[in-house]
């Protein structure tokens, strides 16, 4: 290194991770990609870095380095007038000066040497990187300048000196002060890179840890059409993709779910010449596919995979990384054009886990808008409607920040701000990174929360739902509970969750449980696939039934209409409608699965009502209306008949493809509501028969109707086990809708019945060495309950989340009196 620091240039080649201190965490590692990854097989666009010492001869040869220290040496960055000011001033000073010749020629050599003499390809990206920048605990992303499609070695000398003189962006100086780095004792490389042609194909952001939980056994892709700073800065939807690390690992095609962006508009080379770049409107049928095929979602992941064990490795510590990426649109290739470590997931406290929770179901009429929630926090605050970065002095701290979208210019105001909402973004915008960072709720893609919320009133964010996050009106009561990881005792009775929405269980992964003890499949019906099973099945019976009817559509064929058209509006990526119902089951069923990974989780086939079946579209087709759907049509009496055994079929596809393909063997199957032995031969014959062989995966029934007790020998001898469910349990040994509240109060599961029930179950699986678990909610709700649950030595208690931390810690004890 020594030899390096008198140079003005180095090249990728000769340059790696330890050379920060000369070109900066960006042209660090990128030097370390090109040098040592390249060999490997991932594609790095060569380039060239000015170094530091380019930087300090630029300052002093001009003489102004004297003078920006000036400007900057008593700034008080939270006076933002002030701030504009002297940032404006020192930019000016940098940009009116020039270049030493010497510098200039040698960029104008190196240029010329990176194209080529006979390549057509003369276009470069000039990007800055500050020696204080991507550090694992301050990644100062976005705080300066980089420019695309440069052409020409007097051009990129231009965008040199820009790039150099955005280390005086307001931004940037807020951001250093903010992170206690001097203003002028950190440098500035620049870095200059061939342009992969991404005009023409599509670009995105890689992270190898889900950047809104934590979860780190997956990589988190998102896609854009065009070049990337359109995904970067947050300017539209992209696609969303998930990988399951450990099956990439282990050679199976893990990508766990696939979500389609909007894309509204992408950027591309401005070939008129007027500037680098413009946007441009994206045709509806480039908008309607995915901007990368299976086999590159792959690619990607795979080398995401490498970058962040060649990083870690590096620095003899896990670091999860922050790459960009490019697809070049004219030869198909993918590149990687950046990377740097996560520095807001990777640095939070791994033994604290806290949740927030409103006091009070808020009135339905003080909603005013949802969108995307970053954070899983409440705040309140005034609202202050923002429409342009001139206008930011008028924000007052602890306001929350209402706007179009953010980009880096908005930071000053940002970290002062109790909340951040915007119309536009996604989870990867810059409203949502750096909310992260500064660990405050932010909620984005609303569409049009300028428009809706009214300036100066109270509001209350809500982030506390880890999907969607919401925005009310008035500042409402919420609470934070904290939990110390750290202080949770171990106990024999194996602690698990009960999961409904696959976010959640992202959300509480990191929680100390010895996994899922109940997952429902109904949440990812009722709200991902919303339409009724068998209508995917005969689409194209109901659809032909529509055309034939075409002439005069009233009354029955009007509805089936109406019904074809949700369908191809929900399915248009899909042209075999059941694969829809089997990718968006097995994609819920992989979240949840990859996020409690390797420990076990129990997936419950679907356990909906007739009712709740004839809500789905298309449901009222083949739903009968029923006086009491709780003990009517329900469970393994409605998988095998014939009416419905193709759509059972499904879900036991969903899970053979979540096993198969992903690699998520931790996946177990359960059967709700099987009344006989002879029922519950059937099913397993049917769970065969769909392709899951019963060799190789635990099935489990729900222990909650009598008989299963009564003949638990019998129903043992075909199952590996019982998850009590005490809710159905209850109701049917004495004789109570649950859904009646009239009589609602009369008992419990501590009813001496009940009970004894339970501690037969209990007795019965201990003695047959098979598993025995409840997954029901009395254990929450009566901690005597849980008691006897574990004076009968139960072997595990499944709980929703919010109950499980109390819990643990009087399960020791009770086990200290019982063991």
């Known amino acids: 290194m020594e030899e390096k620091k008198d140079k003005f240039i180095l090249w990728f080649k000769d340059i790696s991770i330890e050379d920060t201190p000369l070109v900066g965490g960006k042209n660090a590692a990128l030097g370390e990609m090109y040098g040592s990854l390249t060999k490997l097989g991932i594609n790095v666009p060569n380039g060239f870095a000015l170094t530091s010492k380019a930087y300090w001869h630029f300052l002093e040869d001009t003489g102004i380095r004297e003078k920006i220290e000036e400007i900057l040496s008593d700034l008080d960055v939270h006076d933002i007038k002030n701030l504009q000011k002297r940032g404006k001033k020192v930019r000016e000073i940098i940009l009116e000066a020039e270049l030493p010749e010497n510098l200039k020629d040698i960029i104008r050599e190196a240029y010329q040497e990176l194209i080529g003499d006979n390549s057509k390809s003369k276009d470069v990206a000039v990007r800055s990187s500050a020696t204080a920048e991507d550090l694992p605990t301050a ?13 020409g070695a007097e051009d990129v000398i231009r965008a040199t000196k820009k790039c150099i003189a955005s280390l005086f962006t307001n931004r940037a100086i807020s951001y250093r002060a903010d992170q206690g780095f001097p203003q002028t004792k950190i440098a500035l490389s620049v870095g200059i890179q061939k342009m992969v042609r991404s005009d023409k194909g599509a670009s995105g952001v890689n992270f190898t840890i889900d950047p809104e939980t934590g979860l780190k056994n997956i990589i988190y892709i998102t896609s854009t059409w065009g070049l990337g700073e359109m995904i970067v800065q947050g300017k539209i939807e992209g696609d969303e993709f ?32 007027n ?3 413009k946007e441009v409107v994206v045709e509806k049928t480039e908008r309607e596919k995915f901007t990368l095929t299976d086999d590159e979602i792959l690619k990607l992941a795979k080398w995401s995979l490498a970058i962040e064990e060649h990083f870690s490795k590096k620095a003899n510590e896990e670091r999860p990384m922050d790459i960009e990426w490019a697809k070049d649109g004219i030869t198909e290739e993918l590149f990687i054009v950046q990377a740097r470590p996560e520095t807001v997931q990777s640095q939070k406290d791994a033994n604290s886990f806290s949740t927030y929770q409103l006091k009070n179901n808020p009135l339905e009429e003080t909603l005013i808008i949802s969108g995307d929630a970053v954070g899983n926090k409440i705040a309140t605050g005034r609202a202050r409607i923002i429409k342009t970065v001139e206008e930011i002095d008028k924000f007052q701290k602890g306001e929350a920040l209402i706007t179009e979208m953010t980009d880096p210019d908005w930071e000053p105001i940002m970290k002062e701000a109790s909340a951040i909402i915007t119309n536009k973004g996604g989870r990867t915008s810059h409203a949502a990174i750096v909310s992260r960072e500064l660990g405050i709720p932010a909620i984005v893609g609303t569409g049009n929360a300028t428009e809706l919320i009214k300036d100066g009133e109270e509001i209350t964010i809500d982030c ?14 919420f609470e934070e509970k904290v939990y110390k990881l750290k202080k949770i005792p171990k106990t024999k009775t194996k602690l698990m969750l009960n999961i409904g929405s696959p976010d959640q269980a992202m959300l509480y992964h990191s929680l100390p449980v010895a996994g899922v003890g ?19 099945l005969n689409y194209e019976k109901i659809k032909n039934k529509c055309a034939s009817s075409a002439h005069s559509l009233k009354g029955r064929d009007f509805k ?23 990718d968006k089951l097995a994609a819920g069923i992989a979240k949840i699965g990859v996020a409690f990974y390797p420990r076990p989780v129990i997936i419950r086939f679907s356990d ?13 087709l083949y739903e009968p209306k029923e006086g009491n759907p709780m003990i009517g049509w329900r469970g393994v009496s409605r998988y095998y008949s014939p009416e419905f055994e193709e759509a059972f079929g499904l879900e036991v596809k969903a899970i053979k493809k979540v096993r198969e393909e992903i690699g998520l063997k931790n996946i177990e199957v359960m059967v709700p509501f099987c009344r006989t032995p002879q029922e519950g031969e059937k099913v397993v014959k049917l769970i065969e028969k769909y392709g899951l062989e019963r060799k190789n995966v635990k099935i489990y029934v729900m222990c909650e109707i009598p008989a299963n007790v009564i003949q638990a020998y019998e129903f043992l001898e075909i199952f590996d086990g019982f998850s ?8 049917l040994t004495l004789g109570i809708d649950r859904d009646n509240e009239t009589i609602s109060d009369i008992t419990n599961e501590n009813n001496e019945s009940v009970k004894e029930l339970v501690r037969i179950a209990i007795k019965v699986c201990r003695e047959q060495k098979k598993y025995i678990g409840i997954c029901g909610q009395a254990p929450s709700d009566f901690p005597e309950f849980a008691e006897f649950l574990v004076k009968n030595k139960i072997e595990s208690i499944s709980l929703n989340p919010d109950t499980v931390i109390p819990l643990i810690e009087k399960v020791a004890k009770w086990e200290e009196k019982y063991y």
């Open 139 to 151: 990644s100062f992303a976005g705080q300066q300048e980089t420019f695309l499609n440069v052409r």
């Open 242 to 273: 998930y990988v399951f690390k450990e099956g990439l690992k282990l050679g199976y095609r893990a990508i766990v779910s696939k979500k389609m962006g909007s894309k509204e508009k992408k950027l591309i080379y401005d070939e008129s010449g």
């Open 275 to 277: 500037k680098d770049t």
């Open 464 to 477: 506390s739902n880890p999907n969607t996050g919401k925005i009310y009106r008035g500042a409402l009561e």
């Open 518 to 536: 109940l997952a429902r499949e109904e949440f990812i019906i009722a709200s991902e696939i919303r339409i009724h099973p068998n209508a995917l």
């Open 560 to 582: 089936l209409k109406k019904i074809i058209c949700q369908i191809d509006e929900l399915t248009k990526e899909y042209k075999n409608k059941k694969e829809y119902y089997i």
């Open 608 to 620: 909906f009502k007739t009712n709740e079946y004839r809500s789905l579209i298309g449901g009222a």
């Open 724 to 731: 009590i469910g005490s809710n159905d349990l209850t109701q």
